[in-house]
């Protein structure tokens, strides 16, 4: 693996870097009032973030990304390799709330638009994908239900049932990001087709437009506290004798947890890059917060513990930078399949290990860090979820755990 960022990679950073300086920066205040503006359109996105999408495209910074596997510069995305996309999202990490999304590249919206490109037909590539892509509509994934342990998707107790030319959905989601936001159209719900079929091929994937009769978005959910209404929120949602078209299915009939890995694989990987960003963004608060406060006659940064916070953190954000990056490469190298160790070893390592970068930083800023004026409580939250989103860490442990002692027996 060569370590340097390639011109193109660099040539992106450079120019990223830039628009972040000049345009998401100075536009986080703004999100913060328009978050607050009583007459905001309920859990709509702030206009902000559309401002920075015009730039964004204007400059060729969108949908970055879509792999080379999906796209071709000027199909999707700018056709980069997940290598080349790693420190990309990492810059992103860094405005989490306005980075992402103003470059198109937010979850759930991302893997949802490369589950369509991967498995979705060329109707539902029409009539969804191509909209997702230009971000005129945002969409959500429906998988996480309250009822069963969904670290455990052949849990999942929905139903999809079979009914002449058109399934019938039935069944209680929960945590479903971004489906509190009016403009996100559709869902992607994973249920279960067949009960009786072996365990990884009972569940199929469907697509059910917002304003199908029988969906109801009952409450948004909150995240420690945090209605996250700055990317859409998460929803509990209810789906009572919902039929679409049979053309909804997406893939075929008990491919649905196939391509729920599918999804979950990038996925994983993509907070893994932003959360690295996160990291860097809590020392530099940390850094210069210890730099201009004063305790005990001395300026924080003088003092031996914080001393160790910061050293600690530069050294662990670096093994996890070099850590992510090697994933990256081994899934352009040898497939999502054959970089599964080094995936599920960055979801585990990595939302901890930002956990305690973030709460370091949070302890240096004393009460200011768990306050509304910096954002690293918000941060924090969100971090921490991660360590619970697309499995939580002693799923992941435990199939880890065997992969390594499946060499010895």
């Not at 470059?103 to 759930?108: D, E, H, K, Q, Y």
């Amino acid at each position: 693996m060569d370590f340097a960022y390639d011109a193109r990679t660099e040539e992106l950073r450079e120019q990223l870097l830039a628009f972040m300086a000049e345009h998401v920066y100075p536009a986080e205040p703004v999100l913060a009032q328009h978050l607050t503006d009583p007459a905001r359109r309920p859990w709509s996105i702030p206009p902000v973030v559309a401002e920075l999408q015009a730039e964004a495209r204007k400059q060729g910074l969108w949908n970055l990304f879509f792999v080379d596997k999906h796209s071709t510069p000027g199909d999707h995305g700018a056709g980069l390799t997940n290598l080349q996309y790693a420190p990309l999202a990492e810059i992103t990490g860094r405005s989490i709330q306005l980075a992402p999304p103003a470059l198109n590249c937010a979850a759930p919206d991302t893997g949802n638009m490369e589950l369509l490109a991967q498995f979705g037909s060329a109707e539902q590539k029409e009539r969804w994908l191509r909209p997702l892509l230009d971000a005129e509509i945002r969409s959500a994934f429906a998988m996480t239900e309250p009822e069963v342990a969904s670290s455990d998707a052949t849990n999942i107790a929905t139903r999809i049932e079979r009914d002449g030319d058109e399934y019938l959905v039935n069944g209680r989601k929960w945590y479903i990001t971004g489906a509190m936001n009016p403009d996100c159209k559709l869902f992607i719900v994973m249920g279960k087709t067949d009960p009786d079929a072996a365990p990884h091929r009972q569940q199929s994937m469907v697509i059910v437009p917002r304003d199908t009769p029988g969906v109801t978005v009952r409450r948004g959910m909150t995240v420690f506290g945090y209605d996250d209404a700055d990317h859409g929120g998460h929803a509990e949602v209810l789906f009572e004798d919902v039929r679409v078209p049979v053309e909804n299915l997406i893939g075929e009939e008990g491919g649905g947890f196939a391509i729920a890995q599918a999804r979950l694989g990038p996925g994983r990987i993509h907070h893994c890059m932003r959360a690295i960003g996160i990291a860097e963004r809590a020392l530099e608060l940390m850094c210069r917060r210890a730099s201009e406060r004063v305790a005990f006659g001395r300026p924080l940064a003088e003092q031996g513990v914080v001393q160790d916070w910061i050293a600690e953190s530069r050294v662990r954000i670096e093994q996890l930078r070099l850590l992510v990056l090697k994933t990256a490469w081994l899934m352009d190298t040898v497939g999502n399949r054959g970089a599964h160790t080094e995936i599920q070893a960055i979801k585990i390592a990595t939302p901890r290990t930002v956990e305690w970068i973030l709460d370091k930083a949070v302890q240096a800023h004393g009460a200011a860090g768990v306050s509304q004026d910096t954002p690293l409580a918000q941060l924090w939250a969100g971090n921490r979820t991660l360590r619970l989103a697309d499995g939580p860490d002693e799923v992941h442990k435990r199939s880890l755990a065997r992969r390594e002692l499946k060499q010895y027996r």
